[in-house]
Every structure is written in C-alpha cells, then in structure tokens.
C-alpha cells in the first residue's frame, strides 16, 4: 500500500530520549518523596500524558499531587537537557529527507507537551519535515483517543486511506486504530516486540529506513 502522509510519534519513535525520561522520573520521584519506581516500570508508561503517568505509578495519588509532580518532572527535565541531550535513532533523519524528497507529508502528534516538543524538534534540526505538531496541550483528549490523527487529517485534508501512524507504544497503535489508519510499529523505542506484537499494528520495522518501503518508495 503506498501512503501519501505519515504521522510520527516523538519519545522513542524519532528521538531516542530515554536517558532523560529516565533519569527525570526518578528524580522527581525522589524530591517529592515517593518511592523510587524502576526504569522499566517509568518505560511501560512513557507515551502517556505526563500527568497520569504519576497516577498510573502511584493508584493512590491525588489528580492535584499528579499535577505538582508533572511541574516539578519540567522543572527538573529543563535542567537536565543540556547534560542529556535526546538524539536522533539511527537512519531517521536519512528518512525523513527521502521521504520529503517524495512529496510525502509528515506531522507529529504526541503526548509531550507541544512547547517542549517543537523545541525538540529544532535542536535535533527536523522540525522543518514537519506540516504539523500536535503536542498533548493541542487537543481536549489524549491517546489512545483518535483526536490528535482526526485533527491532523482533517486540518490537512487528507484521507485515512492515505495515512501511517507510526509510533513505539501500544497506545500510539491503538490511537491509529481509533481513526481508522494503517498503523506501524517500531521495536527500537520503548516497548520490546512482543508488547505491539499484542496491540496488532499492521506492519511492525526494526529499523526507520523500512518505511520507505510502505510507501512505494523503495
């Protein structure tokens, strides 16, 4: 099937931004005093809207903790970037220049707030292969929820028919599936095979490069 736009997640999809996440989460965690989860529990919930992923962790607390964790998690990732710069994952920016070379339009939509994720983009030099961001401030309802791809189709009048979600969470393929797109997951981000294998994407790629591949360019 050849497509004509691809909407890209940002964490683990384009930019490898782990080590930050990561390290961030934790240091959260210890100012304000929680208990200290794992880097692979902090992995299962990168994807998610910042807020909820301190009420994912931690059942018990309140949406207004949540929200002072989220702020002191920004605090903390602001003074972190320049020590743990995100990069790009290996052959992305080859990519994304073959495919604009070809005519095919790209945007982003992600749970990262759209500030940080346009300041993102610029420092890793690709914000200019991007017709739109739609960061998680953009829309009234996150992923899984299909807004985010509907708002992009229809702000870029383009059809389902034509359109790629790609992204390297569960929740990036099932927004996909909410708004009726192909869908294709990547296993270099944060989840291993098996757990998109679950969420059934129609493709799944090793490597950013096999995309040109679904989209008749190869």
Do not use: W
Not at 174 to 191: D, E, H, L, P
């Amino acid at each position: 099937m050849e497509f004509k736009h691809i909407i890209f997640d940002f964490d683990g999809t384009i930019a490898d931004t782990s080590r930050i996440i990561l390290a961030t989460m934790q240091a959260t965690m210890r100012d304000r005093g929680l208990r200290v989860a794992t880097r692979e529990s902090i992995r299962k919930v990168i994807g998610v809207p910042l807020k909820d992923c301190f009420t994912h962790m931690y059942p018990d607390m309140s949406e207004i903790e949540a929200l002072e964790c989220a702020r002191t998690y920004c605090d903390i990732f602001d003074a972190n970037k320049s020590s743990l710069t995100p990069t790009l994952f290996p052959d992305v920016a080859k990519t994304l220049t073959k495919l604009n070379y070809h005519g095919i339009t790209m945007s982003v939509a992600s749970s990262r707030g759209n500030a940080s994720l346009v300041e993102l983009l610029e420092i890793l030099k690709v914000r200019q292969y991007f017709t739109m961001v739609v960061g998680v401030d953009n829309v009234d309802k996150a992923k899984p929820n299909p807004e985010a791809v509907l708002y992009i189709l229809k702000a870029m009048n383009v059809d389902t028919c034509e359109t790629l979600m790609v992204g390297d969470m569960p929740v990036d393929i099932a927004m996909g599936k909410n708004a009726n797109v192909k869908t294709c997951a990547v296993t270099y981000g944060n989840s291993s095979k098996k757990e998109l294998e679950k969420s059934h994407p129609d493709y799944i790629i090793d490597n950013v490069d096999q995309l040109i591949d679904y989209v008749g360019l190869a």
